[in-house]
């Protein structure tokens, strides 16, 4: 069965700042990985997917995640983040060919200081 | 497209009530889900239909609640009675699946629901 773990609850940054939010998987197949984000009273919306090919996959609003298969992890970055980014962010695992419903890490929440 | 539709955005109702809310999901996908989020359990997946089909109900907390998908465009959760510890945002989502796997959720506004 797959799983995934969010290390961090929450990661306080100042604005400008790089941040990197970790996210590592367990399956015993092949995966597809996303992140999801959360705006204060919103619903999810898709960050970025990584599905085949190259492990790095840039998303929206600058983001971008690398797939590291040896360390199953699927680590989200940012180069410099801005007050806008403050959310909370949520990683999910899927297994092609198998169960087709993700599995979601409990969520960290990005909180950017002025 | 409008995205996914919930209705109501916020509920509020006394114990013992019925509630029923409500989800369209976006034309074309053949998947609906449905989820419950709370501070102390996070985001928790309650029941997934495929093709209008519930597939996996293994998340639904007890036979106080119950979903419906009578046709593609509209699915329903209700609870009946409620209870104070129902007490959350229940979102719903659909997707496109197809043979290979799970592609990305697409959630809805979500419905804050306060039972007293």
């Known amino acids: 069965a797959q799983s995934v773990t969010q290390l961090d609850s929450q990661v306080p940054v100042f604005e400008e700042a790089p941040v990197e939010l970790r996210c590592n998987y367990s399956?015993?197949?092949?995966?597809?990985l996303f992140w999801y984000v959360q705006y204060p009273n919103q619903g999810l919306q898709l960050l970025l997917k990584?599905?085949?090919?190259?492990?790095l996959v840039k998303g929206i609003n600058g983001f971008e995640a690398e797939f590291n298969k040896s360390q199953t992890s699927f680590h989200l970055r940012k180069p410099s983040v801005h007050i806008s980014d403050t959310a909370e962010y949520f990683c999910?695992?899927?297994?092609?060919?198998?169960?087709?419903?993700?599995?979601f890490g409990r969520g960290t929440s990005l909180i950017v200081h002025p | 497209d409008a995205g996914v539709i919930q209705s109501p955005r916020h509920e509020v109702t006394e114990m013992g009530q019925e509630v029923t809310l409500r989800c369209k999901p976006i034309?074309?996908?053949?998947?609906l889900f449905w989820y419950r989020q709370t501070m102390m359990r996070g985001l928790e997946l309650l029941i997934y239909?495929?093709?209008?089909?519930?597939?996996?109900d293994s998340g639904m907390p007890e036979d106080r609640f119950s979903a419906k998908m009578p046709n593609a465009s509209f699915s329903t959760l209700k609870i009946q009675p409620s209870e104070p510890r129902d007490s959350a945002v229940y979102f719903c989502?659909?997707?496109?699946?197809?043979?290979?796997?799970?592609?990305?959720?697409?959630f809805g506004p979500g419905t804050r629901l306060t039972v007293t």
């Open positions: 989502a659909s997707s496109l699946e197809y043979s290979g796997g799970g592609y990305e959720q697409y």
């Open positions: 399956s015993s197949v092949s995966v597809y």
């Open positions: 990584y599905l085949s090919g190259s492990t």
């Open positions: 999910a695992v899927s297994e092609p060919g198998g169960s087709y419903i993700p599995t």
């Open positions: 034309s074309g996908h053949n998947s």
């Open positions: 239909f495929n093709n209008n089909v519930p597939i996996d």
